[in-house]
């Protein structure tokens, strides 16, 4: 058996959803005439309570010509010190947009709304510079999943309003944050002036994500997008994945965070120091090997050699991530596989 936990983005079509692709009412998407295209843009606009969408090929250019939209060149935008925007895009804010970031850190990426609110410098005048957006991401990836209390980012808002700052959400996992809390779509929309979603992770489209906002920003961003050389034609194939993804997968995603929860549970059971299940909200376990005598990237390589593909994301943190393709099955062999390599280094201790 092989089980990919690498990442919710190593999931394949299903044969349902090829199918519904390869019927998808189709047209030019650049002249706005991709009936699927429009449709799925009205639909996750309204889903979320904002007015219109742009559909994307990935997530970082919805992110991008989000923040684009919000941030002048020499401006600057906040966000968490390991949050996808700062540091899995390439420095793309700063190399197209001219965009300067200030992070802060959390601890498992967790928003507490005053902290960030007091780093915050609009208006700095001709000596600093001045903050103009703040961007949270939820479920916060490399935070392990985790998902932002309402609360905060209600807080975050109130605050960021009074100043004059606007609120990007990189939600390329809202979708599971939404499933983890019961919290609607729109409650979270109505927190944020541009948004990004993607349908290529938990939701298992092959491409695909979309940027939120009002019409006016949209109708911009689309050019840039084009001017970014992502204006593209037939694309009804794509997003129609999308509305598959929507229809079937969303409820699915249940299933991925009992999953994860039954991993950190059998992993917390054998090393206690390696996860705090409690802690696990969704798809994603973070695993902290800093107490084992196993490097991650050494954990990674024994699992792999029996099957199991897990990312060593730094050191001594590790990352598991079910999805679509992972079954009770493969949670359990890799459950096996897993622990017994945890049990064979605590032994040789
Ligand atoms: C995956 C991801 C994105 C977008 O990634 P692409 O690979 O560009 O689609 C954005 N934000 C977060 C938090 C992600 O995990």
Redesign the pocket.
């Known amino acids: 058996m092989r089980v990919d936990l690498r990442s919710d983005?190593v999931t394949t079509p299903s044969p349902a959803m090829r199918e519904v692709m390869a019927h998808a009412p189709v047209g030019d998407d650049v002249y706005g005439e991709d009936a699927t295209v429009n449709t799925l843009e009205e639909r996750v606009a309204a889903l979320f309570g904002k007015e219109a969408a742009l559909f994307t090929p990935?997530?970082?250019?919805a992110?991008q010509l989000a923040i684009r939209m919000l941030v002048s060149a020499g401006e600057e935008l906040l966000a968490e010190t390991n949050?996808?925007?700062v540091r899995?895009?390439l420095g793309a804010a700063a190399v197209f947009s001219g965009i300067t970031t200030r992070t802060w850190q959390a601890k498992r990426g967790l928003l507490n709304a005053q902290e960030v609110l007091d780093l915050a410098r609009p208006n700095s005048g001709p000596y600093l510079v001045s903050t103009t957006a703040i961007a949270v991401?939820n479920t916060h990836?490399f935070g392990g999943g985790t998902v932002q209390p309402i609360d905060q980012i209600a807080a975050l808002h109130k605050g960021a309003q009074e100043m004059g700052i606007a609120l990007h959400l990189?939600g390329?996992?809202i979708w599971n944050a939404h499933i983890a809390t019961g919290v609607a779509f729109a409650d979270y929309g109505q927190y944020f002036e541009t948004l990004?979603l993607?349908l290529?992770?938990g939701l298992g489209a092959p491409v695909g994500?979309l940027m939120l906002s009002t019409k006016e920003k949209v109708a911009k961003a689309r050019v840039w997008r084009k001017r970014y050389g992502a204006g593209m034609r037939q694309i009804g194939i794509l997003a129609a994945a999308g509305h598959y993804a929507l229809d079937t997968n969303l409820a699915l995603l249940q299933h991925d965070h009992r999953r994860a929860k039954f991993l950190a549970n059998r992993c917390h059971a054998i090393a206690p120091s390696i996860v705090d299940p409690t802690t696990v909200d969704t798809n994603i376990v973070s695993l902290d090997l800093s107490q084992l005598p196993l490097t991650a990237a050494e954990f990674a390589q024994i699992v792999k050699t029996e099957g199991v593909l897990i990312s060593a994301l730094g050191p001594n943190f590790a990352r598991l991530v079910t999805h679509l393709d992972i079954d009770d099955a493969a949670m359990e062999f890799a459950a096996d596989v897993l622990t017994q390599t945890l049990q064979r280094a605590l032994v040789a201790q």
């Open positions: 983005t990935s997530g970082s250019l992110n949050s996808h925007i899995a895009e991401e990836n990189d390329a996992r990004s993607c290529s992770k994500s």
